[in-house]
C-alpha cells in the first residue's frame, strides 16, 4: 500500500487522528512501520531504519481531506479558523514583523 492509502486506513480507523497530525503519526509508525514503543533502545532503533518522514505522511492527511474527506472535527476547524483570524489580526495591527533575509 501507498503512504496515501495507508494514512487513509488511520483517518477512517481513527478519528481522533483526523485532529491531530501528533496521534497520525505515532499511529503510522506503529500499524505500517512496526516502530517499537517498548523501551527507549528499541524505539531509536526501530525509529531510524523503519520510520516514514512525518512530513510525507502529514502531506498525505492533507491531500485527503483538501478532497473533503475525514476531515477534522467542527470543534478542532473552528479553533483553525480562529488561529488564521488572530494571526491575519496581528499582520494587520503590524504587530508581527516579516523580514527578509537576504544571503
Same mark, same amino acid.
Given at each position: 500500500m501507498t503512504i496515501r492509502e495507508n494514512v487513509e486506513?488511520?483517518?477512517r480507523g481513527f478519528p481522533a487522528s483526523r485532529n491531530d !497530525?501528533?496521534?497520525?503519526?505515532?499511529?503510522?509508525? /506503529?500499524t505500517f512501520d512496526?516502530?517499537?514503543? !517498548?523501551?527507549? !533502545?528499541?524505539?531509536v532503533g526501530s525509529f531510524i531504519s523503519k520510520s516514514t518522514p512525518t512530513e510525507s505522511i502529514t /502531506?498525505?492527511? /492533507?491531500?485527503?481531506?483538501?478532497e473533503g474527506k475525514y476531515l477534522p472535527t467542527n470543534e478542532t476547524v473552528l479553533a483553525r479558523r480562529w488561529k488564521k483570524s488572530a494571526m491575519? !489580526?496581528?499582520? /494587520?495591527?503590524?504587530?508581527?514583523?516579516?523580514?527578509?533575509?537576504?544571503?
Open positions: 486506513t488511520i483517518l !497530525d501528533k496521534k497520525l503519526i505515532l499511529e503510522y509508525w /506503529r512496526n516502530v517499537s514503543f !517498548d523501551s527507549i !533502545d528499541k524505539f /502531506r498525505a492527511r /492533507r491531500l485527503i481531506q483538501e491575519e !489580526d496581528a499582520i /494587520r495591527n503590524r504587530e508581527v514583523i516579516w523580514r527578509i533575509v537576504l544571503h
